[in-house]
């Protein structure tokens, strides 16, 4: 038997029902569950997506068997309306709408008033009792039908449009009246003739043959395909299309549309929130032309408004809705957004989907429901959206805070903050010492400018992207961030910037909105109204269920005791990945790093590094006390030593003067060891195969603060020390060497007993291969998929705005692979490092350092491998936790099934 | 039963044989095969490897039967030689020499004259009748076996003989009398007593095991340790030691010693050729503290010398040692060198091995010997080192030339040239195209000078390593090149160059010697006397036997004419990387390509686009003129854009006033296409996915040249377009149908058809991970080894220098990977990439193009993974060849076996 292409609804007999949203597309399938719940839904049917890719499959010809399908469907529908296509005294009308498995709103066509013709429209007219109404209803047929059946430019009737009131002296669409308006259908209907050879179509058979195949091929136009690359939706799911019958909420003041939600989208609260509108079509509503009014008297008291509330003016129907809401809520058990029309005092049921929400709005509707015993806490777990707690982390503008705006540029790094303009790294260092709240604005950053990122409560640059230095530090300290503000021009020698002609002075208030606003970061004048994010309640009762489902440990990526109270806050169990270089770049200390730089001898170089061992050593005392007993994963020296050195002839001049060496021989130092391409230079252990000094005090400053924590406090810390840049097990077992020694003088010189691992970074393709090698040597394995990225897919992050952009937008990657990883490419390497590694050491510990620890996609990829834990900035971490749950609970799913 | 650790050889009873060379080393193992052979070898017996395996097991004790086993054949010597270790009237003294699989020369310690004491020193004086000789053999062994066994200071014992020839105003040892050296003995002994705080082992048996012992340490001297690792010897070989009765070539008149090869190892004629003395010791002749004289007649006619040869002065031993050497080289099939002394008028051989010859010697001697009937061609093939024909490719400086050293640098691409000094790529350019023959001097090179540096005889750098740009490219462009020659100082505005004080000036001829003199590439004044290479004779039969052997093609990585005709002269097959970047180097070019790049639109940048076809297309003519239907794999653009902008703010200015483009502009574009890792960045496809009009372009160039070529010449050229820096299927999918549709363009247009094929670089460890998909878009793979070797491994080339010759030298390395193919890394992506490609496409072509397709390891690699073919240099064509038929002989072997 051939493949059934059409399943109808409503009127009394349904053939599908919401399981069926794959064939039916998600419209498609609510109004079939609606209509089987017996709720009041125009009847009509559903062409599968089956038979959309079958139409594709076959030329864009349609499928054998459509057509006839079709006809008897049309017919069906035709008998349980009472109406028929072309009847002039009680004409059928029909919609007919795209409705895809994945909700893409806009993307593709739609053709409201299919049916129309003179006859009908004048059928329409007398049925209605409105000339005006049924002609209005036919010209705006005509226009749609044109421009998305027949392809026509849309310029032409509104030309027509606009030239007939300008001749009859009429300023809006509403002044026409039915004869004007039969009069601009001869205009269309000419047009359409004169544009594409051919008269207007009157049979609504054709007419509704155009309409299906507008909408199948509208699954292919460019911003459909934009859309589904972007949210992953495949090609091969195809389109469904609904084709109902016309109800009309503009027919008279017994008539109304609206949209309403089961509960409010923006807080949650549980209460019946909607707007509508009297006389009106739906898309009258959503287009903003009038001001639709609440449906409960309750919101239009709180709002005073004046008008009635359908509550008031229709309180039946509204009876109705009230209790059809109930209903589908109960059936779903999840909020619902609605569409209904009212014709003639009627009610019809034209739309219900998941509702979307705020973040707060979720976690309030999941925490509820459960404790309404509509749904168990792992459903309330997987309501949230673990990405969308990124919204609640941070401190917010207040919604109805009035911005002005100095200067826009991209939301690199989310939240707000408020505080006094600085351009000068040191100085916001300084300041916010001093306990003044300070922004650091910038031309672009360097890693020389850490201290003066972390200081600040905000950073602005008006140069790179995304990716760049800025963003990304910024991001992962949890400071909200503004690049690329490109009409922002710093002036640091006058002590200002300029912006769009407005001048900003140093100690000046602004607040950075890292957020974005309509995908904007902002820089505002003055300090904004705030809110600041709620850790108790809802959020807290979500994130027990999810810790209690989650399988996946999850660490924060923290250096600075500021850092990592934040995260522990936020739950993060330890530390897994603490870099030591950001305590290098401290001002107090960067002398004498550079002095070890710059040391021509070993005994030079232990000389340096014994100046700046009591400064680390202060370091983790403070990390191991704030850790309490909870594991901290400490990565020794990893960046090249060119990054600690000045760069420019003057900095260079100042440095060596403050040193007291040759600036030249400073100078010769610092060419000798800039690098091509730094990422892939002479850093991580390299640095310690050639200098093993350096790591040799860095595990002395570890140990020694290890065991002066577990004397103070009796509480053992649990360091892991952790090798960067590592690609063989040679390399690995050389540097071990250097750790464990320095290791054993520590604790033996302190009398402390003291357990530790020693593990690697996977974060080279050859390190991922030797894996099994490697383990020999290694405790743990931290996959570093930041540099993993880089390395297999040849892709410097530094340099990639220039065409990673382009590469996402044309569907060449499907996804930034710096924020969502590669599976395919460097998820092989995952895999292959962590089943090589366990094999080699079945107790290999395994997690994940790279900015993917905080992401959910790669959260899950991650489960699915069997990682111990994922690492993230302070501010990700309940959004790990969150889609750590997810991961453990979709992994659960298939064995349930 | 336990292992047999002693085999004794010589002397009428031998138990091992050259085939035993593992268990017994390269010297035991011939010692044994020569006494077997019944020539007059010094019985003795070896220690195994095994036993010195089992010492190290056994924490540096006597493994156990070890010493039972030696007591036994020292009795079974005494039995031999009729001598007793301390009889005082005739005792037996032994060398004890190591000897391992692989030979280590002077890495290992030797002790001679071993059993000597007070009363067996007496016995030898009076055996000898020479008591001088006795007393001087007794001090030489106190002396060795002190510093060797003992490991006491050398300084000691010299200052004692010194000592005694101030006190007795002596000039040289010479002039020591017995008595003499009986005194100094005295104070030898009193001296070690001091040091070690015992005396000096009189006891031969004693003495015997201290020597072992000394010799089993030595396999771990650190001298050892590194020799090991540069020559990739496992330390699980360990070292045989042979123990062999002493025979003297100073016992007087009737006495000699002397070493010799069975053919000429500088020219490879077959004719005896060697050197001896008259009653001396063998270190005499190595040590040249006594000129030796040639062996036979002719040589001594031939060099005018004076004094008899041993065909002369010793006819017997003469003869009897032409008959043992005409024997040996039946025997081995090879040209020996041999060692041997005369004691007494007793001819002894003391060793043979295949002798050490230059190439030009071991092309003529494998092809002698195959007309001789001693070995087969593929034997043959196998006796050329293919690395050791560099010598012989590239012309050199005369061996009889005095060198007048200017400045000494690495020796970073081989060969010689002479030529005027220029110091600017221009000038070399334009000199060059009058025909001047010139050398490029420079700090440094980028790939802006490419145009000069291909101009240039040789190039000569200040700065920069073995893997810097200019020894690079210089490579690639088989260029002599001296990089890092740090004692030379360029003064451009003088246009002279400085080093050691002495003054050469712009146009000054010089003679660059890249090949090394002792490690050094050297810089000599004026024109230095050459010798050309010779691709006729013995080398064109050995290639010619070495090509019907092979299964791998080579082709060459050439991109001009003059390129290419090298290459085809040495034998390539066609070309496997023809880069095009290096054609928009050109000067009469450069303009055009900027314009492209500074282009702000798309028809601007087709506009200069267009000025840039005429010359890819003439390029392109020329090399398939020359290919003449040999398939030619071209490389689409690949450097970032930045690489062809000027820097400096004053090449800025010029390029802008040339351009006539505000400079302003150039420089800000300049900036933002600069980039951090630009081996990482926009480079590659990624060029063509943001701008593909330039592929457009440089596919038209080619299809339009092929086109004309073949009407021109009637055969057809076989393109093959290859697309860089791919790491995804769809990307080169994108890339294809840009080239697709330039070719099908160009080829109607010209009316021809044509053959072609489209594939891709494995470049990236993404893209070998997905060749299975990529394959379906690709006709071939061509291994990019030297960025996959910087990805994989994260070492960029350029910076690299700082850190791999540590890596190297420390054994964390075995070998540099740029040079030789990271087998366990880089190595299993190949392997990856190879096998899903061809699962996804079984005819896939595949092939290597990095610097690895010239090095014979890498290139047996390839031919295990089943390559198609390999790709290198020019001027390593013939060694490739030669290379891909050792892997094809040695594939064969185990087959065989």
Redesign the interface.
Known sequence: MAERFVYGFGGGSTDGDAAMRDLLGGKGANLAEMAKLGLPVPPGFTITTAACNAYYANGREWPEGLEEEVARAVAELEAKTGKRFGDASNPLLVSVRSGARASMPGMMDTVLNLGLNDETAAGLAAKAGDERFAYDSYRRFIQMYSHVVLELDHGAFEAILEGYKEENELRSDTDIDASGWKEIIKAYKKEVERASGHPFPANPEEQLWGGVAAVFRSWMNPRANVYRKLHNIPEAWGTAINVQAMVFGNMGETSATGVAFTRDPSTGANRFYGEFLINAQGEDVVAGIRTPRPITRAAREEMGDKHLSMEEAMPEVFAQLTEMYRRLEAHYCDMQDIEFTVEQGMLYMLQTRNGKRTAKASLKIAVDMVDEGLITPEQAVLRVDPASLDQLLHPTISPKFKRDVIVQGLPASPGAAIGRVVFDPDEAADLAQRGEAVILVRTETSPEDIHGMHAARAIVTSRGGMTSHAAVVARGMGRPCVCGATDLRIDEAQGQFVASGRVVRRGDLITVDGSGQKGWGQVLAGAAEMVQHELSGDFARVMEWADSIRKLQVRTNAETPDDLKVALEFGAEGIGLCRTEHMFFNASRIAAVREMILAESVADRVNALSKILPFQREDFVEIFRLLDGRPGTIRLLDPPLHEFLPHSPEECAAVAASLKVDPKALQARVKE?M????????RGC?LA??YPEIYAMQARAIFEAAAEVAKETGVIPKPEIMIP?V??R??LA?VRSIVEEAARDALAAAGVELPYLIGTMI????AA??AGEIAEEAHFFSFGTN?LT???????R??AA??LG??VD????ERDPFVSI?A???G??VQIAAERGRLARSELKLGICGEHGGDPDSIAFCMRLGLDYVSCSPFRVPIARLAAAHAALSEKRPSLA
Do not use: C, H, W
Not at 790 to 796: A, D, R, W
């Open positions: 060891l690098e091509v391409n730094p990422m892939l230079g002479f390299r195969i050639a840049f690609m063989s040679k390399e050389a974060e080279l393709p050859r291969l030797r540099d880089q390395t297999t897919l040849g892709v410097s530094d340099d220039k065409f382009l590469y044309r569907g060449l990657l590669d395919a490419g460097v092989e390497l």
